[in-house]
């Protein structure tokens, strides 16, 4: 199976944007993991990230034919778009959202996600090394 993994807004930047939040990897290293543990678990991996709603709308809408999971930081639209949160609806496979840093910990906009209305799992505050637990859990997911 393919697994779309989006990252939104300003994690293009990761690794040089608030380290101290988001640590030292660059988005460059999390794909590379990725696409390392994907192939131990006999999965795919296709990588997508934008700063514009729309493009990572499109991204989902095209994951509808090609994906078999999704895989979606969204970054800052987590707490504010509906949008994101219908395109995901419209993907049937299972969702799993990440945030590297623990966003419970941190300011109240942070709190309220409309992405996890659609999200199967949520992970928050494991690092980048969450994208990988994400991984794991849509390769059991999926064989389900
Ligand atoms: C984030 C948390 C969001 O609140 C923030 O806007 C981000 C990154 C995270 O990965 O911890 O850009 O999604």
């Known amino acids: 199976g393919l697994i779309q993994i989006i990252n939104g807004p300003n994690l293009n930047l990761l690794g040089k944007r608030q380290p101290e939040i988001y640590g030292f990897e660059t988005l460059e290293d999390v794909e590379a993991d990725c696409a390392a543990l994907a192939a131990d678990l006999g999965l795919q991996c296709a990588f997508y990230q934008s700063n514009y709603e729309g493009a990572l709308i499109d991204c989902i809408h095209q994951a509808r034919d090609k994906a078999a999971g999704i895989v979606i ?66 390769a059991t997911l999926i064989a389900d």
């Open 73 to 138: 930081n969204p970054a800052a639209y987590t707490h504010t778009s509906v949008a994101i949160l219908d395109a995901l609806k419209t993907f049937d496979g299972p969702v799993i959202e990440v945030h590297i840093s623990n966003v419970h910990q941190r300011e109240d906009f942070r709190h309220h996600s409309y992405v996890s209305l659609r999200a199967d799992g949520v992970i928050a505050g494991c690092g980048t090394e969450g994208y990988q637990l994400a991984l794991r859990r849509l």
